[in-house]
């Protein structure tokens, strides 16, 4: 006759259940409700550490991308003001200016529609998820 052990999740121990004697059906279940509600809340904390760690790193490369973007601003601010004065050489100062701006306007939108592309699928709490569906299907296999 082979041992038989009983897990306890909340220390990761495996205790023997004993030779003869088993233990009542309301204690497995009583134990059960304890572990798959130790389990859930340590799901929780998982995927609120996660989101947490995806949503500091968001904020700082936001501040970075505005920084960086108000930088780019103003050198394209410097730049369209000489190719402005450039261009007035050859033709009126208003052409001039109109045509840059036509040209600006072309590349604005350009960019704009490119970050149409953006989506909240880098703050998914990916980890959790796989974690969460390991748990689901480890549990309906130990209860089959």
Do not use: C
Request: hydrophobic share 50%; glycine share 6%.
């Amino acid at each position: 006759m082979s041992q038989q052990y009983i897990g306890d999740l909340s220390t990761g121990t495996l205790q023997p259940t004993g030779d003869k004697s088993e233990r009542p059906v309301k204690e497995l279940l009583v134990e059960l409700w304890e572990n798959t509600e130790t389990l859930v809340r340590q799901e929780l904390k998982l995927a609120s550490a996660e989101i947490d760690e995806k949503v500091s790193k968001a904020k700082a490369d936001l501040v970075k991308a505005a920084i960086g973007g108000a930088m780019l601003y103003v050198g394209v601010l410097a730049l369209t003001a000489a190719v402005i004065l450039f261009l007035a050489k050859f033709v009126a100062p208003w052409v001039a200016a109109l045509l840059v701006a036509a040209v600006m306007v072309g590349v604005g939108y350009f960019l704009v529609q490119k970050a149409k592309e953006l989506n909240a699928k880098n703050l998914t709490p990916e980890r959790t998820i796989r974690s969460v569906r390991e748990d689901v299907h480890t549990f309906r296999e130990a209860t089959k």
